[in-house]
């Protein structure tokens, strides 16, 4: 639900039971560039907390612990750089 906002201590986060998930889907947002390449993007969920709080329709009040991750793609040739040969990224 939209619009509804309760106010969240230091206290609350602290006393916040974290809850177990599972992946079920998640998708790329897709989004072209006035340039011409192609930007895709997506939010990780990494941890999920829900507070002793409640919205005023009786919702649980949940924080999130996310990454974005983000992809390049379909980059016009005259915005490429030069590739570097060697790189210092070593897989461990």
Same mark, same amino acid.
């Given at each position: 639900?939209?619009? $509804? @906002? #309760? /106010?969240?201590?230091?206290? +609350?986060?602290?006393e916040a039971? +974290?809850? +177990?998930?599972?992946?079920? &889907?998640?998708?790329? *947002?897709? !989004? %072209? $560039? %006035?340039?011409? @390449?192609?930007?895709? #993007? =997506?939010l990780v $969920?990494?941890?999920? &907390?829900?507070?002793?709080?409640?919205?005023?329709?009786?919702?649980?009040? !949940?924080?999130? *612990? @996310?990454?974005n991750v983000?992809?390049?793609? +379909?980059?016009? %040739?005259? $915005?490429?750089? %030069?590739? #570097? &040969?060697?790189?210092?990224? =070593? /897989? #461990?």
């Amino acid at each position: 639900m939209l619009g $509804l @906002s #309760v /106010p969240i201590t230091p206290e +609350d986060i602290a006393e916040a039971e +974290d809850i +177990d998930f599972g992946q079920e &889907k998640e998708y790329w *947002n897709t !989004y %072209k $560039l %006035k340039d011409g @390449s192609t930007l895709m #993007v =997506k939010l990780v $969920l990494v941890g999920v &907390k829900r507070l002793k709080k409640w919205q005023p329709d009786g919702t649980p009040v !949940y924080l999130i *612990n @996310s990454q974005n991750v983000m992809r390049v793609t +379909d980059v016009p %040739k005259e $915005l490429r750089g %030069k590739p #570097v &040969k060697e790189t210092t990224f =070593k /897989p #461990v």
